[in-house]
Every structure is written in structure tokens, then in C-alpha cells.
């Protein structure tokens, strides 16, 4: 049991120092390091939990750590994450013991270091064991504490407290440090929500219908993707949020839908559901093993009614006909901010800049994609983050430079009933707070039909 609990610190740590020194996907690294180091499967969920958790917190754990590493001169890049990892343990892992993280953590050391710096891990440790963590209250700076308290950079944390005020700004920032609940969509094509579910409970999963959208089920044990309900193409792994945008587009049978950047294929393949396998659905992407993807989850789930095709939807029209496609869907390329929870590390890596960049890409899809929408047509954008920039600014340029198009209020009766209430006029601003889903932005736009 030691010899394997060793296994996962040290394998945590080299995924740390990997994700650091690579700006590597954590989500990707850590599936990689499961297979090749072959962690044990009752100890996959404590590397998944030391790994996300310490990037999760690593600027709470950095200032934790800082009064005990004032007078050390240029750490090994090593040691940094090794201590962060130990703290971590420490303070929000209940189940173990302070002595055996430090005593991992020094074991370790000494493995990947000299005696010198085993006993500089055990010193620092030691002293923040003794002396207790220095207080976050000390931090005055209000926007400041939360950036520090919540490991969300400072920039970020000021932008939102300007956007959304302090309260809301705080109350993201808090649930970014949760691990977000598996959802899933039912394929209504094949099975009735109450019949998967008993389904799944035959299985062994603890499952529950969603009290937001109608086609959801919630996981609350297990994981659904390997499910044989899964395999069978009853259901679609897909965000509460994500699963929105279907309704919000208002696809009627029959129709011609274009899905402007549509990998991995989760719209897309809701709204072939939707059409009930009429009509046609045109799913772009930009790259081909991408383009793959949403096939074969189209054929999993027994929908024949979605084309998939590798290209740059900024070319569209050199490929399709204008006014040929009844609505269109443009999930657009955006920061992310609304997944962080699924995604800790991209906290540290997007910068402000990204944003504005984003924003120029987002208008030259949308000034591509509109000239194919019929007269009376519905054009949805949506984006997975929970920035003004990239959201309702964007909106707002475009409508402005086309007076052909219209902000479609009666989005709000194709909502769920849930929803509703969240609703601003012709658009939709969910934050992570408001049901535990990703942050997530849907405007619904109409072309005048004169």
C-alpha cells in the first residue's frame, strides 16, 4: 500500500512540475500518467484529487507558503510543487495525517534531490505545522483577497467585480473550486428521461432527472460515459448549460440548420434529436480528427440527419449558397472562463489581451455566417464563459453594423421554465452559481423578414 501511495505523490508531483513547465492540459497528462504508471484503480481518485486540487489552490498555497521560504535562494523547479502538494494535503485532505504528507514529502525529496534539500522540505513544513497558516484577513485589498483566497488571478478578479459587482464576483470565484456534478443529456430519439434512468440505477449509477432542463439527468455516482446506456447511444455526456443552446435555436422538423463550430458534436447532435432525425444538420470544424469526432457520436447515438465537415466557417460562403439555411448555431471560439472548473490550470494561463483578440475572431464569424440565414431565420450565439467582452459586446457590434437583423425576445418562451427568470430580453447570461452548470452566454438574433 505505501510502495503505491508513494506511486501517486510522486506521480502528482511530476504532472505538477509537466503542467507548469509545458502549459499542458491537466485533464490530458493526467490520463496519460494512469495508463503508464499504472496507478492503482482505488487510488485514481486520490491522484486526481491531489493533482487538480493543488492546481486548483496553488496561489492560496503559494501564499501560505511564502513567510517560510523567504530566505531560500533559487529553489529546483521541483520543490516548489512538492511543497504545494504537501500543503495541500495538509490543510484540505482530512483523511491524511499531517506527519505522513511531511513525511512523504521528505522521502520524496530526498529521492529526487540531496540531503540538503530533504531537510529544506522538512524544515519549511515543519514551521508552518508549528506556527499555522498566516491569515488571509491580513490581505485589505478586498478584490485582492478574493483573488488570493480563490487562486483566480488579480486582473481577472477586478474585471469581474466591475462586470458583475463584488457579491456575485466572490460567489464565482468559490464555486470555480468545486468539482462540477457529471450531467447528461437523454437521446429522446431512443428512450423516455424516466426509463434511462431506471436503466442506469439497473446498472449500479445513482442518477436524478434534472429540475432544469427537461432532457437531463444528473449524476451523482459513477461515471455515465462508461455506462452501457452510454454505448448504446441513449444519452450524450453534455453540460445542463451547453444543452440550452438547442432550445434557445428553436429548431422546427424538417428544417436546414447549419452548426457553425461544432466539435466535439454535443449541439450539434441535440439538435438532430430535436428534428427527430428530419432535416439536415451541417456540423463544421475546423480540424479533421475534430470533424471525426462528431461522426462518430452522431453514429453512436443513431442520428443520420448530420453532415460533418472539416472547414473554416470564416469561408462558409464560398461553400454554401446565401439564405440557404433556416437557423444557424455559432458557438464561437472564447476564453472559457465559465469551465475553470473543469479546467484549473487555464486560470493561470489566459491573459487579458486573449480577450479583445477573441472578440475580432467572434465578429468575422458572425459576419461570415449571418449571409446564409433565410429571411425570418434565427441566428443563436453562444460562448462557455462569462465575459462582456466576448458576450453581450460582441452582440452589440454586430447588431449594430447589421440593421438586417434583430434581437429575438420570444427566446424566452422556448427556454425551459427554469430558466426563464435568468432571462435579459433576447439574451442569457448563466453564471456558475445560478445552477451549478458552466458559465455560459446564448444570444438569440433574428433577420428581419423585410
Known sequence: MKGNRKNVRETALELLESIEKNQAYSNLLLNHAIEKNKIDKKDIGLLTELVYGTLQRKLTLDFYLAPFLKNNRKLEPWVKPLLQLTVYQMEYLDRVPDRAAIYEA?????????KGIASMVNGVLRSLQREGLPSLESIKDPAKQIAIATSHPEWLVKRWIEQFGMEKTKAMCEINLTAPLQTARVNLTKITVEDCIKRLEEEGYAVEASPIVPEAIKCLRGNLASSSAFKEG???????????????????????ILDACAAPGGKSTHIAEKLANTGAV????????????????????????????????????????????????LDAPCSGLGVMRRKPDMKYTKKEEDLSRLQEIQLSLLEAVAPLIKKGGTLVYSTCTVDRAENQETVQKFLEKHPEFIGDSSVKERMPEAIRPLMNGFDLQILPQDFGSDGFYIACIKRKVD
Request: proline share 0%; no cysteine.
Open 106 to 114: 521528505v522521502e520524496i525529496a530526498k529521492r529526487h534531490g540531496h
Open 234 to 256: 441513449l444519452l450524450t455526456i453534455q453540460d445542463e448549460s451547453s444543452m440550452l443552446v438547442a432550445h434557445a435555436l428553436g429548431v422546427q422538423q424538417e428544417e436546414n
Open 282 to 329: 451541417v456540423s463544421l470544424d475546423l480540424h479533421e480528427h475534430k470533424v471525426k469526432l462528431i461522426s462518430q457520436n452522431a453514429s453512436r447515438l443513431g442520428l443520420e440527419n448530420i453532415e460533418s465537415k472539416k472547414l473554416d466557417s470564416r469561408n462558409v460562403q464560398e461553400h454554401f449558397e446565401q439564405q440557404s439555411f433556416d437557423r444557424i448555431l
